[in-house]
């Protein structure tokens, strides 16, 4: 079985639904607490034993590429300043990966951004994170799937059950149960109306996928929204070849939409040491005068 090596993280969409603050500067580069999302991302898959990421970037998202590069000023200024701890966090962040970039050229959807990885990748099984989907969990979720590839081969999608209110927000799966949290794969539906859902199982952004996948999002015709889409291709990979789905631990966070930026921010700031005594207490004060009104 071929070791995953490579990571590709699409963030080349347009954040819509997050204007105006997605105008100018990419929603992955959007903080949660102290700390752009993209790195939140970085720091999963180094965690994971994944050092070779692929951004799929695209106009409007060269804070990316800054964020990640060496700043020669501020190290000197820290220096100057005698900000060691502060000077390290800042050059830990350009020696977190190898980070390598490819624009896409125009937004035509995920499947579309990860087809421009076909070069990078060749034929050998990599892994995918969104852009804007972080998760905090024990076992770093990245790590989840890797393991589950290594057990049952194939290409794994990462998943979440969510409220059946909900599903017609998400690329939904169908399958049978293989383990308590792993699925065999055999149909994924983009975005269903609750009557046509097959399970309330949400695919949420991880993969693991075999190379199988380019030719087939070569061939996939825009889907929902004119956009092509993975789901599509992933389907009918499931057609094709062993796809599971895996239940993976942790809490998911969608930070492209105000609510999940919103839900990511507070609790982070309750996990991070420095704020969250005190803003414990504001959020309890705030409750309390809430209720009153
Ligand atoms: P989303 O659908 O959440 O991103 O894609 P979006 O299109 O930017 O969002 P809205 O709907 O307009 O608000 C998930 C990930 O895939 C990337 C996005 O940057 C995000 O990280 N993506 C999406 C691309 O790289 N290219 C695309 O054409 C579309």
Redesign the pocket.
């Given at each position: 079985m071929k070791k995953i090596t490579k990571v590709v993280i699409?963030?080349?969409?347009?954040?819509?639904?997050?204007l105006p603050a997605t105008k100018a500067q990419p929603?992955?580069m959007l903080p949660v607490v102290d700390k752009p999302t993209i790195q939140y991302l970085i720091e999963e898959a180094a965690a994971a034993g994944v050092h070779d990421v692929l951004i799929?970037t695209?106009r409007n998202k060269r804070a990316i590429e800054d964020h990640f590069d060496r700043s020669v000023e501020l190290e000197l200024l820290l220096q100057e300043k005698h900000k060691d701890d502060t000077l390290e966090q800042v050059r830990a962040i350009s020696d977190m990966a190898n980070i390598f970039y490819i624009r896409?050229k125009q937004?035509?959807?995920?499947g579309?951004?990860i087809l421009c990885a076909k070069e990078f990748i060749g034929d050998e099984p990599f892994a995918v994170m969104?852009?804007?989907d972080i998760v905090h969990s024990q076992t770093p979720c990245l790590k989840q799937m890797i393991d589950c590839y290594e057990t049952y081969g194939g290409s794994v999608i990462g998943g979440q059950s969510v409220p059946w209110d909900e599903v017609s927000r998400y690329g939904i799966i169908a399958g049978q149960d293989v383990a308590d949290n792993v699925k065999r794969v055999t149909r994924l539906v983009e975005k269903p109306a609750r009557e046509e859902a097959p399970s309330n199982l949400a695919v949420l952004g991880r993969y693991v996928l075999d190379g199988g996948i380019f030719p087939l999002l070569e061939q996939t015709k825009p889907g929902k929204g004119g956009?092509i889409q993975l789901t599509d291709a992933l389907d009918e990979l499931a057609r094709r070849q062993s796809v599971y789905a895996l239940n993976f631990e942790g809490r998911h966070y969608?930070i492209?939409?105000k609510l999940g930026f919103l839900q990511a921010t507070v609790e982070y700031a309750l996990r991070d040491e420095q704020v969250s005594q005190a803003f414990r207490r504001y959020l309890t004060d705030i409750l309390e005068q809430e209720i009153k009104k």
């Open positions: 699409p963030a080349a969409g347009l954040g819509t639904r997050f929603k992955e799929i695209s896409q937004a035509l959807g995920l579309h951004a969104l852009g804007d956009e969608d492209g939409n």
